[in-house]
């Protein structure tokens, strides 16, 4: 059904079609014969070439932490019936691609309408770990990996994100992703601890991301890696995509964070310029 109003609304704006007659109309048809049926697309601008996009698409099946479905849509209008598409969503918080902002581990943290828009433009440091965690789901991102990155990448640069890259975005459509054994543990690679301790006393990077479910690795049961970073005013980004389509340094980050009042994070769409 249509909400309150909207047909109203609808009849009125599909009358004024009449006021594109004339050379109007002819403007508009010479302008959608030049870019055909295709959306109008930007340039690159000189300083990236390529756009790529680290976001998974959130359905209703896309898997959880907690096992459970956390998205809905429920169909609100139709385009047959009502002239125009709507739906209402329900969507748990971290869902998807999604950020933790600082508050989601923290009395007092910033919320996800809190952080400042300049960290959320940032370098993208991308450590790639995907060999050791094909051979052992519970590798951890360490100290000794962030050493080695930068012994042959030179230094991770001020304000940057690091991101694990551990190839388990492969997995998103099995159960594979989340990886629980029989007593219900889950095995995917994480951030130990040490490593985000090490970033912390770097001082100067802003964000953490994976491409699992976890900032912690999966038979994680205390978060450690969770309660050391949230609370010094970071964030994450949980199930990234699309890793292994960037470089280890270089590219650029634009995190479309939820702006909610209040949000402890909330489903993301990440774009990476190359």
């Not at 890696?225 to 389509?245: F, K, S, V």
Request: with cysteine; aromatic share 8%.
């Amino acid at each position: 059904m249509c909400v309150p109003g909207c047909m109203d609304l609808v009849h009125k704006r599909l009358g004024r079609r009449a006021m594109f007659g004339g050379a109007g109309a002819l403007a508009a048809t010479a302008a959608l014969s030049a870019v055909g049926s295709s959306p109008v697309r930007a340039q690159p601008s000189g300083s990236f070439t390529s756009v790529v996009d680290m976001t998974h698409t959130l359905g209703v099946d896309f898997p959880t932490y907690f096992g459970e479905p956390q998205f809905e849509m429920t169909r609100l209008a139709g385009f047959g019936e009502n002239g125009f598409n709507m739906f209402e969503w329900r969507v748990v918080e971290h869902t998807g691609t999604h950020m933790d902002a600082p508050i989601h581990f923290s009395s007092d943290g910033a919320t996800a309408d809190q952080i400042p828009v300049e960290q959320l433009v940032v370098p993208l440091a991308v450590v790639d770990i995907s060999a050791r965690a094909a051979a052992d789901p519970d590798a951890q991102v360490m100290p000794a990996d962030l050493e080695a990155f930068e012994a042959e990448h030179g230094r991770i640069p001020a304000g940057a994100c690091v991101a694990m890259n551990s190839g388990w975005a492969q997995h998103v459509a099995t159960d594979m992703f989340r990886n629980a054994d029989a007593d219900g543990v889950m095995h995917f690679p994480g951030f130990h601890v040490d490593a985000a301790q090490w970033m912390l006393e770097r001082g100067d990077i802003v964000g953490m991301a994976v491409d699992t479910l976890s900032l912690d690795y999966g038979a994680s049961a205390d978060f450690a890696t969770h309660y050391l970073w949230l609370p010094a005013g970071r964030w994450g980004m949980e199930c990234i995509a699309n890793l292994d389509q960037v470089p280890p340094i270089g590219a650029t980050l634009v995190v479309g964070g939820p702006k909610i009042q209040g949000a402890t994070g909330g489903p993301s769409r990440l774009i990476a310029l190359v």
